[in-house]
């Protein structure tokens, strides 16, 4: 793990201090081509418990927030059903900085512009601690999901392919 940046604050981190709910924070150096599963295996993680972040949109406009293992794929007709919807998409990675201002890659589902319906895969459970972006690239947070609960409401649902 890389030492905390000078100004490695994200709306993430202040978010959770804020509410002084318990996490690490990690920091790595990314090459822009990395993958998830090569960053989390970089990193002696194992990649089940390292979790990506993906904004979609629904048939009805509405927006939702699905985190999922790193080496899986979201199905989005699972994330459809489990957001009540007929069917969804990612959206485009041009629109996620002002939708979230987060950009791609270092998207986090805490401190979002705005607080989007969020599902978590149901194998977070499975874990003591999970891994998720900490708001840019290069940071990570982990914690217990528990705690991540706490902080933004979710849903468990089995959302991979």
């Known amino acids: ?10 709306n993430a981190l202040r978010e959770l201090d804020a509410a002084g709910i318990p996490h690490e924070e990690l920091f790595f150096d990314a090459e822009p081509t990395m993958t998830g599963e090569e960053i989390a295996r970089s990193q002696g993680e194992d990649p089940d418990a390292v979790f990506k972040t993906l904004v979609t949109q629904g048939k009805s ?6 985190l999922v293992p790193v080496a899986a794929e979201l199905d989005l007709k699972k994330a459809a059903a489990a957001a009540g919807e007929k069917a969804i998409a990612m959206i485009k990675a041009r629109e996620l900085l002002p939708l979230t201002g987060y950009v791609h890659g270092g998207c986090s589902p805490i401190g979002m512009k705005k607080r989007f319906p969020t599902f978590v895969d149901e194998t977070a ?27 933004i409401p979710f849903q468990y649902a089995d959302l991979t392919v």
């Open 61 to 66: 406009g509405g927006y939702y927030v699905f």
């Open 125 to 151: 459970q499975l874990f003591d601690t999970i891994h998720f972006s900490g708001g840019k690239v290069g940071c990570q947070i982990r914690m217990n999901p528990d705690d991540l609960a706490r902080l």
């Open 1 to 10: 793990m890389a030492r905390a940046p000078k100004d490695h604050k994200t």
